[in-house]
T-cell receptor, first 114, second 116 residues
Framework: GQQLNQSPQSMFIQEGEDVSMNCTSS?????WLWYKQDPGEGPVLLIA?????ELTSNGRLTAQFGITRKDSFLNISASIPSDVGIYFC??????????????FGQGTELSVKP | DTGVSQNPRHKITKRGQNVTFRCDPI?????LYWYRQTLGQGPEFLTY????????KSRLLSDRFSAERPKGSFSTLEIQRTEQGDSAMYLC??????????????FGPGTRLTVL
């Protein structure tokens, strides 16, 4: 089945540093989404990308939809302690034939040292 | 709170028992998805509904699993004869979509199932 390769698996950084993580796929997606998950909670949507090449920002977060539609990256600038958590990328399959379901990466666990 | 809600948040059961989880989606959303997440992994798709119709089921959904969305609003996921391998976080997500139009999915807090 389809799989997303997300890297790095974990990051341990100093507060104030910038962070970058990415996802690649062997399949094309029409939509890429980035979620953050805290322990014991459900994923929370951070950014949704709908067009190849699209660059979208949400506060200190910036994400891009790769031009080939097979990859995406997420940057976090000036990290703060509350950025700690697990970040997931997800590619969305078209609903007309595959239900609009999400295929998730394995996650990037971010730790921020104050 | 108008987000997706799930109940219970935690469930501990003995192997062989049946369990049922409930999901209440965002009220105007017509699509509802169930995912399962094991420790250290991303969520995996189980099944989805458009209104009351169950349109797709994953091969992960064995015949011990059944999901319903009787009135196109809340949904239930039942697991019969639970096994230790069913221990996981069960996540529900909802979205609004039309034919050919897919919108972002919003997740509930999940139900953590532990099978002893």
């Amino acid at each position: 089945g389809q799989q997303l390769n997300q890297s790095p698996q974990s990051m341990f950084i100093q507060e104030g540093e910038d962070v970058s993580m990415n996802c690649t796929s062997s399949s094309i997606f029409n939509t890429w989404l980035w979620y953050k998950q805290d322990p014991g909670e459900g994923p929370v949507l951070l950014i949704a990308l709908y067009k190849a090449g699209e660059l979208t920002s949400n506060g200190r977060l910036t994400a891009q939809f790769g031009i080939t539609r097979k990859d995406s990256f997420l940057n976090i600038s000036a990290s703060i302690p509350s950025d700690v958590g697990i970040y997931f990328c997800a590619g969305q399959l078209p609903s007309w034939n595959q239900g609009g379901k999400l295929i998730f990466g394995q996650g990037t666990e971010l730790s921020v040292k104050p | 709170d108008t987000g997706v809600s799930q109940n219970p948040r935690h469930k501990i059961t003995k192997r062989g028992q049946n369990v049922t989880f409930r999901c209440d989606p965002i009220s105007e959303h017509n699509r509802l998805y169930w995912y399962r997440q094991t420790l250290g992994q991303g969520p995996e798709f189980l099944t989805y509904f458009q209104n009351e119709a169950q349109l797709e089921k994953s091969r992960l959904l064995s015949d011990r699993f059944s999901a319903e969305r009787p009135k196109g609003s809340f949904s239930t996921l039942e697991i019969q004869r639970t096994e230790q391998g069913d221990s996981a976080m069960y996540l529900c997500a909802s979205s609004w979509g039309l034919a050919g139009v897919d919108n972002e999915q919003f997740f509930g807090p999940g139900t953590r199932l532990t099978v002893l």
